[in-house]
């Protein structure tokens, strides 16, 4: 019995971007985000030196946000909550639920530890990110690929390079966008909706990347799913910075078109599945603001998929190994991981 149980050990790591756990970490994030060489695209040392310069700028600005939640980001311990609602949906004996970050602690070389001392006999990697982008997934499994090789570890990996179209996860979207809309309607009359995403730069998707391919499926599933007559509704982009040209629509602009002509604003999130800054600040707050300065008749928002049941449900067919139908990424997008696969733990 004992062997049986050693055999079968699986570590399921689930990652996010990552966000500072205290107003001192927020310099330490800041910088590795904009040091990663799938954001900024430049060598040594100049990227170096633009990531320490840009972090510095962009520091008290964050912080600001940052206040507004109590000094740090809600990620963290938002994704605790996910880790515990996926561990309940799994046999214990089985498998364990690990957390990872990208930029900001516990990074890959942090989780990697708990992980050997687990000791699994294969590992499955899961994004918290619907749709893949080589700015977040990939980013992530390269930081991670370099841990996994120093730690000693040599056990079988999988990964899932997104579930933008996955069954559970669309259910899950739609039945909070479902219930928003109704209240939205009830409340202010017919709402203009606006899917909104994190946004990329243009010359990111140019390179090959699938990321706004897949949001604009995503976003074209759930108004299938949701089948509202007549509905009212636009995909556009949030958080861009800098001077480059970033995916279009800008979310700010549509904002403030519709409400010049007064409509009932309902923005629905579709590319992040936990609350953090860009929603609980960028969406919640500004884009708030900016809808009534500008004449809005009304402003909603739809929270993301969190701990929602059938999203965790989700995540645990994943788990489970269940194949699910994905749309394969069309040819000029190279960069795609396409479905999902394996990794050699000796590559």
């Not at 985000?33 to 964050?62: E, H, M, Q, T």
């Not at 309607?185 to 946004?199: M, W």
Request: glycine share 4%; aromatic share 12%.
């Amino acid at each position: 019995m004992e062997n049986n149980k050693i055999k079968n050990k699986t570590a399921v790591i689930i990652y996010n971007l990552g966000g500072p756990n205290s107003r001192n970490e927020i310099g330490f994030f800041l910088f590795n985000l904009f040091y990663d060489k799938n954001i900024v695209n430049l060598p040594n040392p100049f990227r170096y030196i633009l990531a320490k310069l840009i972090s510095k700028l962009r520091k008290k600005g964050a912080m600001r946000n940052y206040d507004k939640l109590g000094g740090k980001s809600p990620l963290f311990v938002n994704t605790i909550k996910q880790a515990e609602a996926l561990q309940e949906k799994l046999d214990k004996d089985r498998y364990e639920v690990f957390i990872s970050m990208n930029f900001c602690h516990p990074l890959p070389q942090e989780t990697i530890k708990q992980i050997v001392k687990y000791n699994p006999t294969d590992i499955i990697l899961i994004p918290l990110y619907p749709q893949f982008s080589t700015t977040t997934t990939a980013s992530f499994l390269e930081k991670w690929d370099v841990a996994f090789k120093n730690s000693g570890l040599n056990c079988p990996q999988k990964i899932t390079c997104c579930y933008y179209s996955q069954k559970e996860f669309i259910l899950s979207a739609t039945k909070i966008f479902h219930t928003a809309y109704h209240k939205a309607l009830i409340k202010n009359g017919k709402p203009y909706v606006i899917f909104v995403a994190h946004g990329l730069p243009e010359k990111i998707i140019k390179s090959g990347d699938p990321y706004q391919w897949q949001v604009q499926n995503t976003a074209r599933l759930i108004v299938e799913a949701a089948d509202i007559h007549d509905l009212d509704y636009v995909l556009a982009y949030q958080s861009r910075v800098g001077p480059v040209s970033w995916i279009k629509p800008y979310a700010d602009e549509i904002i403030i078109e519709a409400s010049k002509k007064n409509k009932n604003i309902l923005v629905v999130p579709i590319s992040f599945v936990s609350e953090h800054v860009e929603t609980l600040v960028e969406l919640d707050i500004e884009y708030n603001e900016l809808a009534i300065e500008n004449g809005a008749k009304a402003y909603h928002r739809t929270k993301t998929v969190s701990e929602d049941d059938k999203f965790i449900e989700g995540l645990k067919n994943i788990v489970m190994g269940e194949v699910y139908k994905v749309a394969s990424c069309p040819s000029k997008f190279c960069r795609c991981f396409q479905k999902p696969h394996s990794i050699n733990a000796k590559n």
